[in-house]
């Protein structure tokens, strides 16, 4: 039993100084830089069927060694991960009338992907343990208007794939996988990002590795690869050259990454696993200690899972301890280290969804379909939204093991003395 005064009543703090900054950029990635400058050729690309329509040397090495190091065939840069999303949208070939199922809990693009196409984002609800899209929820979604699934591995976690591909199968639909959290995480020994038909990192600077702004598509099918690289570059202006009539409906972007984050990115890839290991081992130490908290669930990893640990999420069940979770939250703050109450708000409260603001999707003509955005379909998100989740990312490489005994020792001196926020 930890006693004191709480920090938030006036107690001394566990913690006194601001938590180092995660910073991973080093000699490697600016020797890196300094060589593409001296070169002078900052991008290579050339929107034209040739030599250079995929891009200068640092864009093809860091795909080479993408893929390699994924255990994939084709690694597809973008200039965003939310860029690799609509590629990818694209490449299946979503279009009006479709409907995607995706998870209401990540970053908004994941969602936004399938109405770049005009088609509609159907929300499924999440599971409880992962917060990834669960796979129940997904087969209930399901219609003849279906086309593709979006799972995301949210907080590094990645989606129940087994249950998911099953469902894929059965119906003849494709599988999106939106890794950009999860980089370097796996499912029965595969990993991440290689799960659905198309996966996507991101590279931006919020991410375990880094190189300013980036994402990458990866994936096994040549097919789709080629559509990947002709999306990412003005796609209408070569199709003749390059051949193909099913290429022919096929409208590009300018989703080009430069030589400079590529040098990067391939510098941050060499860093992956020995920026991933730590997190994992002070995600442990975590769950060590919050796991004996009455009102704390520490994060689930699955059977055969590795969980990336981009964040370290958690539940706390105000029914148990009493308190609820905002002065709860307030309390740990006080402390000295600052936690995180939920996560973005479930995608389908935002206006676009709930005044139908959007004049494609499900406002347009061509769709006949009847997708909800009521909360009440989504409880689950609903619950761990508005009650439950909490997340830090107070577990990154660059904290000591004095920084992580102060980030679980904030959260156990208030827990273990509740009776004074009552
Ligand atoms: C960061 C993120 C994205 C978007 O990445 P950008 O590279 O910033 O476009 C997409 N999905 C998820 C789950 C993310 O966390």
């Not at 999306?231 to 099913?246: F, L, M, P, S, Y």
């Not at 990067?264 to 769950?287: H, S, V």
């Amino acid at each position: 039993m930890r006693q004191g005064k709480l920090a938030v009543n006036g107690g001394k703090p566990v913690r006194e100084q601001p938590f180092p900054a995660y910073n991973t950029i080093g000699s490697a990635e600016k020797a890196a830089v300094n060589r593409v400058l001296d070169s002078g050729v900052l991008s290579e690309f050339v929107g034209v069927w040739g030599e250079y329509f995929n891009g200068g040397s640092q864009v093809r090495e860091l795909e080479k060694e993408w893929a390699d190091w994924f255990g994939v065939k084709h690694a597809v840069s973008m200039n965003s991960a939310t860029s690799a999303l609509y590629a990818a949208a694209g490449a299946l070939d979503v279009g009006p009338g479709d409907e995607v199922i995706v998870s209401p809990y990540t970053m908004t693009a994941s969602a936004i992907a399938p109405l770049v196409y005009g088609a509609v984002p159907v929300f499924a609800d999440i599971d409880p343990e992962i917060y990834c899209v669960s796979a129940k929820s997904v087969a209930e979604r399901i219609t003849e208007r279906t086309k593709a699934i979006i799972a995301v591995d949210i907080f590094g976690h990645p989606a129940d794939f087994q249950e998911l591909q099953k469902i894929a199968d059965e119906k003849g639909i494709r599988i999106i996988e939106d890794a950009a959290q999860a980089p370097a995480a796996k499912y029965e020994g595969r990993f991440a990002g290689t799960l659905g038909d198309i996966g996507v990192f991101s590279l931006n600077y919020h991410k375990t590795i880094h190189c300013g702004e980036g994402g990458i598509a990866v994936t096994d099918d040549d097919d789709l690869a080629d559509r990947l690289r002709l999306i990412r570059n003005h796609a209408e202006t070569v199709v003749k050259d390059h051949g193909g009539a099913d290429l022919n409906h096929l409208l590009g972007f300018n989703y080009r990454m430069t030589e400079i984050e590529a040098a990067i990115a391939r510098e941050q890839l060499r860093k992956l696993d020995g920026l991933t290991t730590p997190r994992i081992e002070n995600a442990e130490f975590l769950r060590s200690r919050w796991g004996k908290l009455e009102p704390i669930q520490p994060p689930v990893i699955r059977d055969r899972c590795v969980h990336a640990f981009y964040v370290f999420s958690c539940q706390y069940d105000a029914s148990v301890s009493g308190v609820s979770r905002s002065r709860f939250l307030e309390a740990v703050k006080a402390e000295g280290v600052p936690l995180i109450p939920a996560y973005v708000e479930p995608l389908y409260r935002q206006p676009i969804y709930q005044q139908r603001a959007m004049r494609s999707g499900p406002n347009s003509r061509d769709y006949e379909g009847d997708v909800s955005y009521d909360p009440a379909t989504c409880p689950i998100t609903e619950e761990m939204h508005q009650e439950k989740l909490f997340y830090t990312p107070l577990i990154h490489s660059q904290l000591s093991g004095e920084d992580m005994e102060h980030v679980a020792l904030a959260v156990e001196k208030v827990v273990d003395n509740l009776d004074q926020l009552k």
